[in-house]
């Protein structure tokens, strides 16, 4: 019986990428592309190596069936179509690319630009059809326009650049990226959406989709925007109501639009926007360059390769790259670093700039690290998307956004045995939460400087109000009318009569109507509801 590692190819890769594979002994690499379910478990037998683009999905069962298994390896960002919990609970690697395709998705964003400007697909269409009709296709220049960038990441960061070497301005909102970042790229930061978008002449898409982000680009932010914008969709279908499109387009308050992503893909043919004259269409085609996917394919391979060799995990999404016994000692931490991170992403000031770890109690004794990055990654899901930061790229991902990041021991005997402090802070504009572990068990213990107790789970709803008699109970009252359940409660004051914090563990989401409804009690200053999945 062979000793090789087996690694299956179930997805078109560059043919460099199998080469490279193929041209290590220890290798035997299998290429079989287009397996149905039950074809593909009874090929992943005996596999070391899975790699796929999207074209296949390794689901449970593939992962059952795949019985020495160790590495999963997606070609490209995205790993919807990798059972990330059944690969985690089974101790398979899954691997990504973040950033192979980042050129060429911008390169076509912009192009895409081009094309609406200059209404090129329309009258390449005419002139195949025997037309000569240069009157009905005037288009307009992009020197000197307005271009709104949504998402300054790798690729937004790309399409800025090319925009300003054609003479436009730039302007850009990123509730996550720094000032000083803002500044590097040349570009002006806008503190909220709506006034992002107002005066936009062109607006390009370029956001992870998330609960937050569904529909960022709706009717009624629309149509607050001055008539005549161009929008281009390149990242997300769902960022733009399409519905809401579709009628702004006929009504011709938005002049024209050009996307590559869609709500439902392949859009069937009575989908809204289809039929509008004014509109670039193309299908998914970002990545979809030989340079992005030789690149992927290359580098998916190499990590594959270190990972069977060398026990390396790059840009995984479910492993840290740690050994056992040391893994063993954090953990807990990890996986709590990461609720911390997550929380304090909810609670924290616009475009923050600084993030400060403190590590105090026995835990500042160990290899805070990895700790350090969970607490990254979970900060940085809700703005970069979770399939794109892991453990491996945490600390890439803050840099890119301007976060300056810094981890420190204090020193002395503390009220807690272990003790993780995450700060984050925009000049004066500050947020804190502590957590620590009672019996074994996490704790948030401080929020803002304010002693709290609560378990980091469910739905916590944080209110600060002023310490005055009744407000418990009008919160309860709320709550109650509306079905939302109290679970736990914990409060704190500065003084009497000063300034409370109440924090509430509750059995549901409350809605924005609910939400609004408690913000409407006296002495109410500010609310946060956070949501941990």
């Known amino acids: 019986m062979s000793d090789k590692h087996r690694i299956l190819v179930a997805d078109p890769i560059s043919q460099t990428g199998i080469d490279l594979l193929q041209a290590e002994p220890s290798f035997e690499v299998e290429v079989k592309l287009g397996l149905k379910e039950a074809e593909f478990c009874e090929a992943a037998k005996g596999v070391s190596a899975i790699v796929v683009r999207s074209g296949v999905k390794v689901t449970a069962k593939v992962l059952e069936a795949a019985d020495k298994l160790k590495v999963v390896g997606r070609a490209g960002v995205g790993v919807d179509n990798i059972d990330i919990p059944a690969a985690s609970k089974r101790g398979v690697v899954v691997m990504n690319t973040p950033g192979g395709n980042t050129v060429s998705t911008a390169e076509h964003a912009f192009a895409l630009m081009s094309s609406l400007a200059r209404k090129i697909p329309q009258a390449h269409a005419t002139v195949i059809a025997g037309r000569w009709d240069r009157k009905h296709f005037q288009g307009t220049e992009l020197n000197h326009k307005v271009l709104a960038v949504l998402g300054m990441g790798r690729i937004g960061a790309e399409f800025a650049k090319r925009a300003k070497a054609f003479g436009m301005t730039v302007i850009a909102y990123d509730p996550y990226l720094s000032a000083n970042r803002a500044q590097l790229l040349g570009v002006e930061l806008r503190d909220n959406l709506d006034d992002a978008v107002k005066d936009a002449d062109f607006i390009t898409m370029h956001m992870p989709l998330t609960n937050e982000t569904k529909h960022m680009l709706n009717e009624t932010r629309m149509r607050k925007i001055k008539k005549g914008v161009r929008i281009i969709n390149c990242a997300r279908g769902g960022l733009v109501d399409d519905n809401a499109l579709a009628k702004l387009l006929e009504e011709g308050h938005v002049a024209g639009a050009a996307l590559d992503v869609f709500e439902v893909e392949p859009p069937p043919a009575d989908y809204p926007v289809l039929h509008a004259p004014n509109v670039v269409f193309t299908p998914h085609l970002g990545a979809s360059t030989g340079e992005a996917q030789e690149s992927v394919g290359i580098e998916i391979a190499e990590q594959v390769k270190d990972n069977l060799l060398h026990g390396t995990v790059v840009n995984a999404v479910n492993m840290p790259n740690v050994d056992p016994k040391t893994l063993a000692e954090i953990g807990p931490f990890l996986r709590f670093g990461e609720i911390l991170g997550r929380l304090i992403s909810q609670i924290a000031p616009q475009r923050v700039e600084k993030m400060r770890i403190n590590y105090s109690g026995k835990l500042g004794e160990l290899d805070t690290t990895l700790i350090s990055r969970g607490v990254l990654k979970g900060y940085l899901e809700k703005p970069i998307g979770a399939d794109q930061v892991n453990l491996i790229n945490a600390m890439s991902t803050a840099e890119n956004l301007g976060l300056k990041f810094t981890e420190s021991r204090l020193p002395g005997p503390t009220a807690f045995n272990d003790l993780i402090e995450v700060h984050v802070s925009n000049g004066e504009d500050t947020a804190v939460i502590s957590g620590s572990f009672f019996g074994g068990d996490p704790r948030i213990v401080k929020i803002n400087g304010r002693h709290v107790e609560a378990r980091p789970e469910g ?75």
Do not use: C, F, H, W
């Not at 009252?477 to 704190?492: E, P």
């Open 459 to 533: 739905t916590l709803l944080l209110i600060e109000n002023d310490d005055r008699p009744g407000m418990i109970g009008a919160y309860g009252t709320i709550l109650g009318k509306n079905q939302v359940n109290i679970a736990n409660m914990s409060l704190s004051r500065n003084v009497e009569g000063g300034t409370a914090l109440t924090l509430l563990t509750l059995d549901s989401v409350p809605t924005e109507a609910v939400i609004k409804e408690l913000e409407q009690i006296p002495g109410v200053i500010k609310i946060y509801s956070m949501v941990l999945e």
